[in-house]
């Protein structure tokens, strides 16, 4: 009988305890989580006349890098600049219309394919539509 | 339960971790007659751990910049989660910390447990009775509220009552003429790093002189006076027949800090501004001084003290002199006996300046 009633109050201690540190794990957790980033996931506009032919314009976007492009045809086009090899940010070569990883020499194509070195996937694309001489990105 | 059985084995059988517990917990004998008094230390040293842990998650939002200080900490407030609770816990526990400390030395007071031979335990809790005073001396500045701003130009510019040095330690507390930019620099550095450090040292030495000397005998409900300690050998106060420290007084320890939890977060919850007047929700501007800037209640006693006196330096003087008697207390008390009703004239002193303190600090908060 004693036995159980020990049993018992050792339950009923273990589960305040639980609940005492989730109390106190919660609000810890939250105050450390990051913030901004993902939840800031708006859009971003860059005026159109601010990319040249065969130009490259690095922004923010969703909390991480990313680039804007304009061939040497006048196409469009955005990506992640983060480089999918170890996360490295890529850098615009104007001379040879593409994109140099200075990490391992990765090398992507202006439309992010992988041309040279480590990188595994192409550079992740983002959606964008162009109107009124203004690109929004997002 | 075999398997953590297993690994203290193992740990047993290198260090002999059991030979620990049993010297140390639960061989550890204290006196039969004692009383929850003598948790008030475990419930400081919670106290302070709270302090350190909740001060090091500010450091992550707060900036220790001027023009961004009060920015930072109304972004602690207002828009990091939990932020609120984080702040309000550390400014409610340096206030519940500094109540916890007074109570501590009054209770070591009135049961005279300063005299011989722990004449060091009370010097070292001494220190870190102004240690804490500094630290929140300091921690108060930081927010860089008007009420920062002025409550530390009124503390530090009574230093210059000290007659030559006086007006250049001023500046030299300040880091300038006024208080600034500066002076934030220097308080942040003494608040996060070098009274933390010197507190958690003064601790240190004040468990270790506790370890040599023993656990004193309360004066109250004992069947015999205890052998006087030797005048001209070391003696450490053990206590055969006493309870064990673990689990019996462990578990008192921890019934008295519950109680301190509780009375702190009746306060953080229900009364979060308690301690806080409105100047400390308007940013510092150096140039407007607000109507009535009064210090923490723990100082307003020696606020009241330096008004009364027309001459700042006899207010001082006197505050010094108080300081100084109570620091050296046990080399003047020097009597054995310790039970309060039967130390008459202590126990007159001790009530008419703890009279005088609350009086000269009521006095200061509605003067
Ligand atoms: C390592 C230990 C500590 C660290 C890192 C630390 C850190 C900080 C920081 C960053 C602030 C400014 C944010 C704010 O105002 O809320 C602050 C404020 C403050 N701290 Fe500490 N602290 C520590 C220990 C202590 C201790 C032991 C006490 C007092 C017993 C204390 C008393 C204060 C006070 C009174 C304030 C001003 C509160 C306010 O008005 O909001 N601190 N501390
Ligand atoms: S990170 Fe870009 S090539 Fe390695």
Known sequence: MDHKRRTFLGIGL???GALAAAAVGWPLFRYLAPRSSREAAGKVVVPEGDIPEGGARFFEYAGSSAVL?????????ALSAVCTHLGCIVQWQKESQDFLCPCHAGRFSTDGVVIAGPPPKPLAKIPFSVSGGNITVG | MTLLKKIVDWIDLRIGVREIVRKELTGYLLPRNINAWYSMGSILLVAFALQVLSGILLLIYYVPDADKAFKSVSQIMNEVPFGWLIRMFHAVGSNMMVLALLLHMLSVLLMGSYKRPRELNWLTGFILFSLVQGISLTGYLLPWSQLSFWATTVATNSASAIPLIGPYLVEFLRGGVLVGPPTLGRFFALHVAVIPLLIAALIGAHLFLLKRTGVSTPPFGQPETPIPPPADSYRYE???GGIPFFPNYALEDLRSIALYL????????FDPYLFFPKDAFIPANPFVTPAHIKPEWYFLANYQTLKLFPNELIGLSL???????LALLPFIDRGRQRHPLKRPLFLACFIAGLLLWIGLGIWGHYS
């Open chain 1, 14 to 16: 273990a589960g305040l």
């Open chain 1, 69 to 77: 492009v304009r061939k040497r045809d006048g196409g469009l086009v």
């Open chain 2, 238 to 240: 053990d206590h055969p």
């Open chain 2, 262 to 269: 509780a009375c702190f977060l009746a306060v953080l919850f």
């Open chain 2, 319 to 325: 505050q010094g002199a108080a300081m100084t008697f």
